[in-house]
């Protein structure tokens, strides 16, 4: 029952609330869907934390949808042992950078007055969930050798299990604790997602890419000499 709750209810809700909220939130504050910078307040830890988070958290996660949408191909490009062990071990030291990399952060909110000022109790949330979900996965990672193989014979069918709304929580049911608790964490950062500053995530500016550079212009008629 409780692993239905957990592994078969849950994910729905998180989802819901994540689409259902944001889109909300999108509609009538829309001038908060970004992560309200606090630069101007402290630079250096942020730059040490925050540019290796971005970078390793997304290959990992990067990781984690290929194995999940193309389970066949991921077990075969696992199933030679040189790619087996190039990709295992570039996901644990990934890991292990994010493990660093979110300490660092917790550590500038609560070390720093000015920015642990501006620190609400969601990012406090959101911050020791985001620590609990690399720290579990770096452990699975370490302690339960192979999961990037059995990751596409059980958590790649659960997934899809949910997608197609008819959820066989059986592939998660028999886990040992520490994977059952990366994969309810993993959803309750979902829920968190439209009532944290995580919202940022679908607010990439894309379009900076393409747009002409900035002209900035006197206003007022300068004065003549
Ligand atoms: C918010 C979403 C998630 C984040 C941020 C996340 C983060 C991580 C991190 C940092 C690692 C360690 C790096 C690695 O070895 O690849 C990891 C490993 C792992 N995660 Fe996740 N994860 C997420 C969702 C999930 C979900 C939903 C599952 C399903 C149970 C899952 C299953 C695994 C497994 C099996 C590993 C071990 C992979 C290996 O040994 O190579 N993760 N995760």
Redesign the pocket.
């Known amino acids: 029952m409780i692993d239905m709750i957990l592994f078969g209810v849950f994910p729905y809700v998180a989802v819901a609330l994540a689409v259902a909220v944001g889109i909300y939130r999108y509609c009538f504050d829309r001038y908060s869907y970004s992560s309200q910078s606090s630069q101007f307040l402290e630079s250096r830890a942020l730059f040490w934390g925050s540019v290796p988070w971005h970078y390793a ?1 997304l290959l ?2 990067l ?2 949808l290929l194995a999940f949408l193309f389970p066949a191909a991921w077990g075969t490009l696992l199933g030679a042992p040189g790619r087996l062990y190039l990709l ?1 071990v570039s ?2 030291v ?2 292990v950078v ?1 493990c660093i990399a979110m300490l660092v952060l917790i550590f500038r909110r609560a070390a720093n007055d000015r920015v642990s000022a501006v620190t609400t109790r969601v990012d406090w949330l959101l911050l020791v969930a985001l620590l609990v ?2 720290a579990t ?2 452990f ?2 370490i302690s339960m050798r ?3 193989f059995w ?1 596409v014979h059980t ?1 790649s069918p659960w997934l899809w299990s949910l997608v197609s709304f008819s959820p066989n929580v059986d592939y998660l049911a028999s886990m040992p604790f520490v ?1 059952k608790l ?2 309810v964490n ?1 959803f309750f ?1 979902v829920a968190l997602f439209p009532f944290s500053r995580l919202v940022h995530v679908v607010s990439i500016p894309l379009a900076y890419i393409a747009r002409p550079y900035q002209l900035v212009v006197w206003y007022r008629q300068r004065k003549q000499v």
Do not use: F, K
Request: proline share 0%; no cysteine.
């Open positions: 958290i990992v996660l990781a984690h295992e996901g644990m990934l890991g994010t979900q690399v996965g770096v699975i990672a192979w999961g990037g990751y958590v994977v990366h994969a993993a950062l």
